[in-house]
């Protein structure tokens, strides 16, 4: 007999959580376990198709309001209707603890909190999250972590289990002739210099800053091509911001793609400047492809499973980030397969984990 796990998320697009949990569900023995999600959104998301057709299903509610009468009554309807979940798996930030309440009255015996950053920005917002990430515990069974920063902020001290954000680390090898051939396909230039990002544009990834560094970089390295791969409500901002400086040319803007492990073939350095973290899948990835990193200083040293990896401070100037970047060229590019499974980020192990956890925990509630 299948179980079916439900998730809880904002909505499964390719960003770095969503992508995790892509990871896992494509690993599941889905005879025996299934996930099915309940999402915040109305519209249909990237992985939307790919869930329907693993044999998952898809539950839209309104927005996540936590003051929201209308919201808790929504909330309440769907548990109430849907007593066959008996292990909820929520990645709601701080404000799991709205739905983990909710599924813990009704309920609901196997109630997990999930924490993939170890931060947040400081506004009004964060008064309101810092509030109800203090109730997580109270409303929890288990504690899940993209790491340890994630898991000791988030919860306070409690202890926690930390689930490795793993990927298929064989799709991510270095082939040089694979590398060509993507350049080619994206129109860059077998002899550019090409820096890459991953991520969602919103304000924790610092794309404004990645384009100060590279506006310096490409004055030092005519062919310099900075390869953007993601969407989000920064996006139209930051291509104005590159139109404005001359760069248009020069900055490649992929938007969604479901081929990160390729579009990582044609980067030569992988940059990532973010403002804070959890443990990101894509620099796991980066890290896969044989890429060298020049990350934040506010990025986890979890993360650096290879000596690929080095850190800059986001106090540094952009000529710092811009000297490192151009040294890091000089790294050979190799197979890392090995590295990143050793590392404990490769799926299949993982995956064989969570399953059983599961399975076990399933059965010790019936």
Request: glycine share 6%; charged share 25%.
């Amino acid at each position: 007999m299948e179980i079916r796990i439900l998730h809880v998320v904002t909505y499964m697009g390719r960003g770095g959580l969503e992508t995790m949990i892509m990871n896992y569900y494509r690993q599941m023995d889905r005879t025996k376990v299934q996930f099915d999600f309940l999402v915040h959104r109305d519209f249909r998301a990237d992985y939307d198709d790919e869930i329907e057709q693993l044999g998952g299903r898809i539950y839209r509610i309104g927005r996540l309001v936590p003051w929201s009468g209308a919201y808790q009554r929504a909330l309440d309807a769907f548990f109430a209707a849907h007593p066959e979940y008996r292990v909820v798996h929520v990645h709601q930030d701080c404000l799991s603890a709205v739905i983990l309440k909710a599924a813990k009255k009704h309920g609901v015996p196997v109630r997990i909190a999930h924490s993939h950053n170890s931060s947040q920005d400081k506004n009004l917002k964060y008064l309101i999250k810092l509030y109800y990430k203090r109730q997580i515990p109270r409303h929890a069974t288990a504690l899940f972590a993209c790491g340890r920063d994630a898991g000791d902020w988030m919860f306070g001290g409690k202890p926690y289990t930390v689930v490795n954000n793993a990927i298929d680390a064989a799709q991510y090898r270095y082939r040089q002739a694979h590398a060509r051939e993507v350049r080619q396909a994206l129109g860059i230039a077998e002899d550019a210099f090409v820096v890459g990002h991953v991520g969602r544009f919103c304000p924790v990834k610092n794309h404004a800053f990645l384009l100060g560094v590279f506006d310096q970089l490409r004055r030092e390295n005519e062919r310099a091509v900075l390869l953007l791969v993601g969407d989000g409500e920064l996006r139209s901002s930051v291509e104005e911001k590159a139109k404005a400086m001359g760069l248009e040319d020069r900055v490649l803007f992929t938007g969604v793609r479901s081929d990160v492990c390729d579009l990582m073939q044609a980067m030569d350095v992988f940059a990532f400047p973010s403002r804070y973290e959890g443990l990101p899948v894509s620099l796991v990835e980066a890290q896969a492809a044989g890429l060298p990193c020049i990350i934040s200083d506010r990025v986890p040293d979890a993360c650096m499973l290879t000596d690929l990896v080095q850190k800059v401070s986001l106090e540094d100037s952009m000529q710092q980030w811009t000297e490192r970047i151009l040294a890091a060229r000089a790294t050979v590019r190799r197979d890392r397969f090995d590295e990143i499974a050793a590392g404990g980020y490769d799926i299949v192990s993982n995956a064989a984990w969570l399953q059983q956890y599961y399975i076990d925990h399933w059965k010790e509630k019936e």
